[in-house]
């Protein structure tokens, strides 16, 4: 393939809630090595080779493997994925042309990640679902990614793309970081696997899906390269056993009313009440101080005294 399109937006740099906030335990424990990318086969190009519509393809293959995961797939379409593509490009046609609005017209001015996922929060994607919220991963964290990824399936990833990468793609080698090769632009992709060989401070190759084929990164790659990651709490995400056991949701709910003044829009189970203490067995009096007492207590009527 030649001449494939990147299309992401530099970073926005607004508030968002940290996924290290709102994990149990400082991170949850993950296997060293997984792959969720593997079990599924046929990805599509999306229109990225024509337009820079990445951000949207992410949205995409995120939502085809959250949905396989939960176990009922559903890929979003080209028709669908234009129209969430026009929600930060309202004037783009597909049809139309570089002179006119169509792909690499001014009208075609790629995506801002973070953007879409909020857009995502209030009011759905094109398939009709509503992610519940968003969290930034720091991709300078090797443990906190790979436990993403093994809770959550995937981490949304923004990078950078140099010139050499492509050479990297088309003789089917993992992006490697080049000292020398020029950057290309900003890309956005589905990073869904980890410690697939090699050393490196992430374990190995972080695998990604991007222009319809599975590859990765290396680890130098990754640390020089990586701008943003991001995970994306969908509705399936609150009945699968990984999410429920390696995130917090009470610490998650909190959080995103603190952001966003509004409650967690998910079901967040009620803290658990301490166990009623057990009161202690009351002690048997000495049967002669009992009929002292009721003595007293007929004196003291009989001379109306109390």
């Keep these: 393939m030649t001449a494939p399109k990147y299309g992401r ?34 990805w599509q190009m999306l229109g990225n080779d024509a337009a820079g519509d990445c ?40 049809n139309g042309t570089a002179d006119t609005n169509g792909p690499g017209s ?3 001015q790629g995506m801002v990640i973070q953007t879409l996922l909020e857009y995502l929060v209030k009011h759905g994607g094109p398939d009709g679902v509503k992610a519940l919220a968003f969290a930034k991963v720091d991709p300078s964290s090797p443990d906190e990614v790979k436990a993403a ?7 949304w990833t923004g990078v950078v793309v140099q010139n050499a990468n492509m050479d ?15 950057d290309d632009g900003g890309h956005s992709v589905i990073t869904g696997g980890y410690g697939a060989g090699g050393a490196g401070p992430l374990g190995g190759d972080e695998r990604f899906i991007t ?9 130098a790659y990754w640390r020089r390269k990586t701008e943003e990651a991001w995970v994306v709490i969908w509705p399936e995400h609150l ?25 967690f829009p998910g079901v967040v189970p009620s803290p658990t009440p301490p166990p009623t203490p057990t009161p202690s067995p009351t002690p048997d009096l000495d049967p002669r101080l009992v009929q002292a007492w009721q003595s007293m207590k007929a004196w003291a009527k009989d001379n109306n005294v109390g």
């Design 55 to 94: 951000v949207a393809v992410t949205w995409a293959n995120v939502r085809r493997l959250v949905s396989s995961i939960a176990g009922a797939e559903r890929y979003p379409t080209q028709d669908e994925v234009w129209a969430l593509y026009r929600t930060q490009n309202p004037g783009f046609d597909p």
């Design 168 to 182: 990297d793609f088309n003789s089917r080698r993992p992006w490697d970081y080049h000292r020398s090769s020029p």
């Design 9 to 42: 937006r530099a970073p926005k740099q607004a508030r968002a809630l940290s996924l290290s906030r709102i994990l149990t335990g400082t991170v949850p424990a993950h296997p060293a090595a997984a792959d969720y990318l593997a079990r599924l086969a046929a």
């Design 239 to 263: 009945e699968h056993p990984a999410f429920q056991e390696g995130v917090d949701l009470a610490a998650l709910a909190a959080d995103y009313t603190a952001l966003t003044g509004k409650p």
């Design 149 to 155: 990824i093994s809770i959550f399936g995937f981490v």
């Design 106 to 108: 001014d009208h075609d």
């Design 211 to 219: 222009w319809a084929e599975e590859t990765s990164f290396t680890d």
